[in-house]
């Protein structure tokens, strides 16, 4: 029921009640964060699917399912696990565009993987169309044009919330079609198309009181370094930190917890 309330009470970006309608966060105070490279609106851009990170022995052309590299993460809010990626738990095989569409439901979250980019993240719609956010518009494009030779992977489970029906994520993702920059309170495709899913307003930049009571706990799982936790004030910061390392590879100039290992 919660998730039914927000998402009737924070359909529209003009209702959000703080933060620049653009989306686009102030200068502030920040927890566990010092942000070092410029917005990744985005992340689908002209490489040809040579240029996407894959091995001989994996191309694009390939189907799939077969693994990539990737950091591991879980996430926390409080002492509740709100967010997880993590090989052992999960499923994390990649799929051509073409094989991804016969597994798709309307709905479906979808990520698009690339070696050195943020995913992205987009709502799957039918008949190989999708809604997502992209370089400052909601826009409906073709899953097998936008895919661009990067490989994919349904994504509903990722986040632990509970989703809204089928038939009102779609009515969250259509309804905004269209939504130009000014007008858009989402600063990432994965925001967009999580808020589209869950109706939860913390997806939305600005769109969450901060306190001290409430923190966020991303816990980075590194091959042979351990795992880092990192503190955030909001959802949408953390997001946002977590796609930075996804495109870098590195963690830099992070405010660690715990001496940063567990």
Known sequence: MGNQLDRITHLNYSELPTGDPSGLEKDELRVGVAYFFSDEEEEVDDRTPSDCGFTKDHSPAEEGPFSVSEVEYSAFCSQECIFSKLRENEDLNVYSAKTLLTMCKPGDLLELVATAQAPHWV???????????????????????????????????????????????????????????????????????AWCRFGKREFKAGGEAHSAEQQYFLKVHLSGSGVHTLVFRSLEDMIRERRRVDASGILKELSLVNGGKD
Not at 164 to 187: F, K, Y
């Open 123 to 193: 709502i799957y719609q039918r008949d190989d169309q999708i809604i997502h956010l992209h370089k400052g518009e909601i826009r409906r494009d073709s899953l097998l044009e936008i895919s661009n030779g990067r490989h994919g992977r349904i994504v509903n489970n990722r986040y632990r919330f509970r989703p809204l029906p089928p038939d009102l994520v779609m009515q969250n993702a259509s309804g905004h079609l269209g939504l130009r920059s000014e007008e858009i309170c989402w600063t990432n495709s994965e925001s967009f198309a």
